[in-house]
T-cell receptor
Framework: EAQVTQNPRYLITVTGKKLTVTCSQN?????MSWYRQDPGLGLRQIYY???????DKGDVPEGYKVSRKEKRNFPLILESPSPNQTSLYFC???????????????FGPGTRLTVT | KNEVEQSPQNLTAQEGEFITINCSYS?????LHWLQQHPGGGIVSLFM???GKKKHGRLIATINIQEKHSSLHITASHPRDSAVYIC?????????FGTGTRLQVFP
């Protein structure tokens, strides 16, 4: 089954304790991305990756790191989480977005992070 | 001012009604996405389009590049269509999202 998986689904942590949210896709997609969703602000892009070893900042990259060592995995790293990073996080993947056609983004189920 | 504006923010309808959700944007884009977010939080991509019109079942999406406007129509709405509908534009290689339209369809 084609899917994007995220782990963990729920996480409560304390300020400053490094954490990693994993994202994996089994569709051989080149493009992967991380978003956060906050009430009243909607979805905002954190980082994206066009392919292995190629990553770029989205609109809200501060406080986050990513890596793309393998095509299927795109982990999101919070080196020193703070309460303002409490949010719902989504990972997504797709073939390169600039191709016209029926391509779409496949979203993971979301990770609800609380930083106290 | 947001680069992507959706209207209305909230919408209620009776089952069977024709629904229209609008999306206007202010930047030059290469494509536009319509997404559906279920009450449980999961997000599904409905359409990606860069011109014209696309149809999938009871859903129709249109885009007018010159006017920087897109619409999502739902024909014969059903309570299972209740969700948040999100417009997102592809600007360079980034997606910029609207804040969504919450639709509730009552039997």
């Amino acid at each position: 089954e084609a899917q994007v998986t995220q782990n963990p689904r729920y996480l409560i942590t304390v300020t400053g304790k490094k954490l990693t949210v994993t994202c994996s896709q089994n569709m051989n997609h080149e493009y992967m991305s991380w978003y956060r969703q906050d009430p009243g602000l909607g979805l905002r892009q954190i980082y994206y990756s066009m392919n292995v070893e190629v990553t770029d900042k989205g609109d809200v990259p501060e406080g986050y790191k990513v890596s793309r060592k393998e095509k299927r995995n795109f982990p999101l790293i919070l080196e020193s989480p703070s309460p303002n990073q409490t949010s719902l996080y989504f990972c997504a993947s797709s073939p390169p977005l600039w191709r016209e056609g029926h391509y779409e983004q496949y979203f993971g189920p979301g990770t609800r992070l609380t930083v106290t | 001012k947001n680069e992507v504006e959706q209207s209305p923010q909230n919408l209620t309808a009776q089952e069977g009604e024709f629904i229209t959700i609008n999306c206007s944007y202010s930047v030059g884009i290469s494509a536009l996405h319509w997404l559906q977010q279920h009450p449980g939080g999961g997000i599904v991509s409905l359409f990606m389009l860069s011109s014209g019109k696309k149809k999938h079942g009871r859903l129709i999406a249109t885009i007018n590049i010159q006017e920087k406007h897109s619409s999502l129509h739902i024909t014969a709405s059903h309570p299972r269509d209740s969700a948040v509908y999100i417009c997102a534009v592809l600007y360079t290689d980034k997606l910029i999202f609207g804040t969504g339209t919450r639709l509730q369809v009552f039997p």
